[in-house]
T-cell receptor, first 113, second 115 residues
């Protein structure tokens, strides 16, 4: 079974631009979560989607948004990029809510200059 | 405020010894707790899950304990090997999330096993 796929692997953007990251979950997984990882803050929860609905959101500004499609693939968008948005963005899928382990992709490394 | 603390940022041990990593949490009432391993440049990989009514769980050389009174989990790697060198993350569910999947992670402990 193919794992979680995130594209692109690396991205360099300029302050003020916007970016869209993509995540394809494991087949059959309907829950997709997004995390931001930085050296200082560790893994920070962004949001979680299930069946195209956002069920939970972390403490991030409205510039961070996401969506999920009917095939469970998910995208996240960051608008008006700031230097502090430079991070590894990780997507994780799981079978369902509750006690299902998260299966992570290898992330998209975003650098904002 | 809610906090998940892992005992140290880094831990060095000699090959063959048992590594013990600690995860303490505050203001959470998790139904379960998970441990993940992360290698540089890669996403975390799930290792073990333990439920609130379980005291201990084992998988090969790994053992996890969960004490809901102390609000603590211990993660042990016995007969450690250099290949076990990685960052280990504990994670727990946030029951304030309405019962839906919202897993919060600790900041991790970087384990270095010295040959």
């Amino acid at each position: 079974k193919a794992g979680v796929t995130q594209t692109p692997r690396y991205l360099i953007k300029t302050r003020g631009q916007q970016v869209t990251l993509s995540c394809s979950p494991i087949s059959g997984h309907r829950s997709v979560s997004w995390y931001q990882q930085t050296p200082g803050q560790g893994l920070q929860f962004l949001f979680e989607y299930f069946s195209e609905t956002q069920r939970n959101k972390g403490n991030f500004p409205g510039r961070f948004s996401g969506r999920q499609f009917s095939n469970s693939r998910s995208e996240m968008n960051v608008s008006t990029l700031e230097l502090g948005d430079s991070a590894l963005y990780l997507c994780a899928s799981s079978v369902d809510r509750g006690n299902s382990p998260l299966h992570f992709g290898n992330g998209t490394r975003l650098t904002v200059t | 405020s809610q906090k998940i603390e892992q005992n140290s940022e880094a831990l060095n041990i000699q090959e063959g010894k048992t590594a013990t990593l600690t995860c303490n949490y505050t203001n959470y009432s998790p139904a379960y707790l998970q441990w993940y391993r992360q290698d540089p440049g890669r996403g975390p990989v799930f290792l073990l899950l333990i439920r609130e009514n379980e005291k201990e769980k084992r998988k090969e050389r790994l053992k996890v304990t969960f004490d809901t009174t102390l609000k603590q989990s211990l993660f042990h790697i016995t007969a450690s090997q250099p290949a076990d060198s990685a960052t280990y993350l504990c994670a727990l569910d946030d029951m304030n999330s309405g019962g839906y999947q919202k897993v919060t992670f600790g900041t991790g402990t970087k384990l270095q096993v010295i040959p």
